[in-house]
Structure formats: C-alpha cells, structure tokens
T-cell receptor, first 112, second 110 residues
Framework: KAGVTQTPRYLIKTRGQQVTLSCSPI?????VSWYQQTPGQGLQFLFE???????NKGNFPGRFSGRQFSNSRSEMNVSTLELGDSALYLC???????????FGPGTRLTVL | QQPVQSPQAVILREGEDAVINCSSS?????VHWYRQKHGEAPVFLMI?????EQKGHEKISASFNEKKQQSSLYLTASQLSYSGTYFC???????????FGDGTTLTVKP
C-alpha cells in the first residue's frame, strides 16, 4: 500500500506571499490531519478533516486554512506568509477519526 | 492542552534501559507513541486504549494509567537504532483531537 504523499517536499517563499501544500492520504483513509513542526515546538496541531469536513482546528491564525476533497486528498493554504511560518508541515492520514496516524514525509517551507 | 513529556533528552549506552513519561491534565481515552529520526517523518510505534494496558513493539513497551492520565514508554536493552525523538500523542474526551508532547530526544551511543 502506498504511503502518505506530500507535495512539494521543499518550498521557498518570501514574506507576504501565499502557499498551498498538498497531501494525499493512504488509500481508504478518510481522515487527514495537519501539523506544523518547528525546532523546540514539537508538533503543533493545525486542523483535521474527515469526509471533506473540518472536525477540529488548532490555535493558528486565520491565515492558515485547509480543505479536503471527495477523494480524501487535502490541501492547506497559508496566506500572507511571515518569517515565523518557516517550518516542516506534516500531514497524517488515519483510517478513521482516531487512533494511529501515518505521517507523510512533510513539506519544508522556508520563508525569506 | 498538550501533554507534558519527561525527560526532554536522555543519553544512553547500547544495552541500557530508558523510560519516557507522558502526562496530561485532561482525561484521556488513548495515548499513542511515535519515533522520529532526524530528517524523517514520525513513525507510529503503538497505541494504548485501555487503562493500565501494556503494549509492546520489539523491546519497546508502554503502559497507560488512565486514572493518573499518564503513559510511560519503556525501552529495554537499547540499540543504536532507537536513537531519535519520541513523541506521545494523546486524544482526550473533550477535544477529540490528537495533541502531541514536545518530544524526548534519545541518543544511544556505542
């Protein structure tokens, strides 16, 4: 079974720009969660989608948004990028709405 | 509210044992553990769903004390391959979402 894929793997943007990251979950998994990982901050929960509906949202500003499509693929968007948005963005897929999570390789975003 | 992990870092020699703790202020219904090696994505180790239940993965086991809202990860006879950052993820009844601790960095030396 193919694992979770994320594209792109690396991204360099400048302040003020916007970015869209994509995540394709494991086939059959309907739940996708997004996390931001920075050194010293661990994994910070961004949001979770299940069957195209956002189930939970973390404590991030409205510049961070996401969506999920009918094929369970998910995208997250960050508008008006700030230097502090530089991080590894991980998505994880779950077979249901809880339990073990299968992480993708992440997208490393650098904001200059 | 994210769980608290301790210690933040630990250095071992091959063959030594270690314990990593994870505690939460919220009532939990599951705890899961992951290991992340440098430059890689976190990899699932195990999930604990019942109070006091112990699970095992190779020479790594874990316990979950539902009453104390704590989980501990036990690494016995550590190997070089155990090096990495260990995260606990908790799901609580109220939030219904996974929240991760800040991680414990384990370094195993020859």
């Amino acid at each position: 079974k193919a694992g979770v894929t994320q594209t792109p793997r690396y991204l360099i943007k400048t302040r003020g720009q916007q970015v869209t990251l994509s995540c394709s979950p494991i086939s059959g998994h309907r739940s996708v969660s997004w996390y931001q990982q920075t050194p010293g901050q661990g994994l910070q929960f961004l949001f979770e989608y299940f069957s195209e509906t956002q189930r939970n949202k973390g404590n991030f500003p409205g510049r961070f948004s996401g969506r999920q499509f009918s094929n369970s693929r998910s995208e997250m968007n960050v508008s008006t990028l700030e230097l502090g948005d530089s991080a590894l963005y991980l998505c994880a897929s779950l077979p249901h709405t809880s339990g073990e999570q299968f992480f993708g390789p992440g997208t490393r975003l650098t904001v200059l | 509210q994210q769980p608290v992990q301790s210690p933040q870092a630990v250095i071992l020699r091959e063959g030594e044992d270690a314990v990593i703790n994870c505690s939460s202020s919220k009532a939990l219904y599951s705890v899961h553990w992951y290991r992340q090696k440098h430059g890689e994505a976190p990899v699932f180790l195990m999930i604990l769903l019942k109070g006091g239940e112990q699970k095992g993965h190779e020479k790594i086991s874990a316990s979950f004390n539902e009453k104390k809202q704590q989980s501990s990860l036990y690494l016995t006879a550590s190997q070089l391959s155990y090096s990495g950052t260990y995260f606990c993820g908790t799901e609580n009844v109220a939030a219904g979402k996974s929240t991760f601790g800040d991680g414990t960095t384990l370094t195993v030396k020859p």
